[in-house]
């Protein structure tokens, strides 16, 4: 009896390794359909760090509520960022982060308020 508890054992890590990799793969899945939906005019204009609100912040990968509202509490407190490196001193801003802003954001140009394309293609509608 003890031999049949082992082998059903063995079968039942053969079969939750089976399943991982469509787990993990399904976890990815829904990782990526959770991020905000960008409209082509968000991905054509940069956001502007030093002007957007919150709600645009959302935008970049990456940036939540959380995050959003940290931004604009540290702008508010230094003045406008005249370095984007300046973001690494918010918590939970960290190198993989800065990345994504770097790529989507500007500290010059760029949208700082949704357009109204931009609502309609927003995550909540």
Do not use: C, W
């Not at 005249?82 to 994504?100: C, H, M, T, V, Y």
Request: charged share 20%; no cysteine; hydrophobic share 35%.
């Amino acid at each position: 009896m003890s031999n049949h508890r082992q082998n059903n054992g063995q079968n039942n890590e053969r079969r939750s390794s089976r399943v991982s990799p469509l787990k993990h793969l399904l976890q990815i899945l829904i990782v990526a359909i959770s991020f905000p939906f960008f409209s082509t005019t968000a991905l054509a204009e940069k956001i502007n760090l030093n002007l957007a609100n919150a709600e645009v912040l959302q935008y970049i990968p990456g940036i939540g509520p959380d995050k959003s509202r940290k931004i604009i509490k540290e702008r508010e407190k230094v003045g406008q960022f005249s370095d984007i490196e300046q973001l690494l001193a918010i918590p939970g801003i960290g190198e993989k982060i800065l990345q994504a802003l770097i790529q989507y954001g500007s500290l010059n140009e760029g949208v700082s308020t949704l357009s109204e394309e931009m609502k309609e293609n927003s995550p909540s509608n």
